[in-house]
T-cell receptor, first 114, second 113 residues
Framework: GAGVSQSPRYKVAKRGQDVALRCDPI?????LFWYQQALGQGPEFLTY????????KSGLPSDRFFAERPEGSVSTLKIQRTQQEDSAVYLC????????????FGNGTRLTVT | KQEVTQIPAALSVPEGENLVLNCSFT??????LQWFRQDPGKGLTSLLL?????REQTSGRLNASLDKSSGRSTLYIAASQPGDSATYLC????????????FGTGTKLQVIP
């Protein structure tokens, strides 16, 4: 497709369950980012990939959060043993390589942990 | 640490008005600044990206300016329309070499028909 695609759009998980969120970036985009957006706030950086290499994971809030991009295209954000504070919208963005290219965001996955 | 502030937090204007949204940042050593809009329940749509060497960028009714020395950017919307109603966010990089950005909390705009 022409844009960044994320699935599922909505996910409800019971506390303690594991979840996996998928991101399909724009074809040819080297850089891929995950952001977390709480209600009424701007997105917060979680992690960054350049191709398949995870170069920055400084924003991941705990070791329950894990992201991968094994073939340098599709990425998965996994959250283990979900907690209520994990409830948020998870946004994926991609861009061409480098610092001069705009970020293109998907519509996000809204995660609700009950 | 880069901090981004957007003023006002909310704005309501009648259709047809010109308006200005403000974004300020604390660390002026940035190489670009990007403006986005976000519709309820949706992701972010890129509006304009201004490189540090530029002072402004225009796209249709939108014009964004950047003053690095004062740590400010403005987004000017001409002849506002109800379809412009959304939350507008600015984002600045917090790391060199790639687009790791920090966002302001946004300005929620309502254009009244």
């Amino acid at each position: 497709g022409a844009g960044v695609s994320q699935s599922p759009r909505y996910k409800v998980a019971k506390r303690g369950q594991d979840v996996a969120l998928r991101c399909d970036p724009i074809s040819g985009h080297v850089s891929l980012f995950w952001y977390q957006q709480a209600l009424g706030q701007g997105p917060e950086f979680l992690t960054y990939f350049q191709n398949e290499a995870q170069l920055d994971k400084s924003g991941l809030p705990s070791d329950r959060f894990f992201a991968e991009r094994p073939e340098g295209s599709v990425s998965t954000l996994k959250i283990q043993r979900t907690q209520q504070e994990d409830s948020a919208v998870y946004l994926c963005a991609s861009s061409l390589e480098g610092s001069y290219s705009p970020l293109h965001f998907g519509n996000g996955t809204r995660l609700t942990v009950t | 640490k880069q901090e981004v502030t957007q003023i006002p937090a909310a704005l309501s204007v009648p259709e047809g008005e010109n308006l200005v949204l403000n974004c300020s940042f604390t660390d002026s050593a940035i190489y670009n600044l990007q403006w986005f809009r976000q519709d309820p329940g949706k992701g972010l749509t890129s509006l304009l990206l201004i490189q540090s060497s530029q002072r402004e960028q225009t796209s249709g009714r939108l014009n964004a300016s950047l003053d690095k020395s004062s740590g400010r950017s403005t987004l000017y919307i001409a002849a506002s329309q109800p379809g412009d109603s959304a939350t507008y966010l600015c984002a600045v990089p917090i790391s060199g070499g790639y687009q790791k950005v920090t966002f302001g909390t946004g300005t929620k705009l309502q254009v009244i028909p």
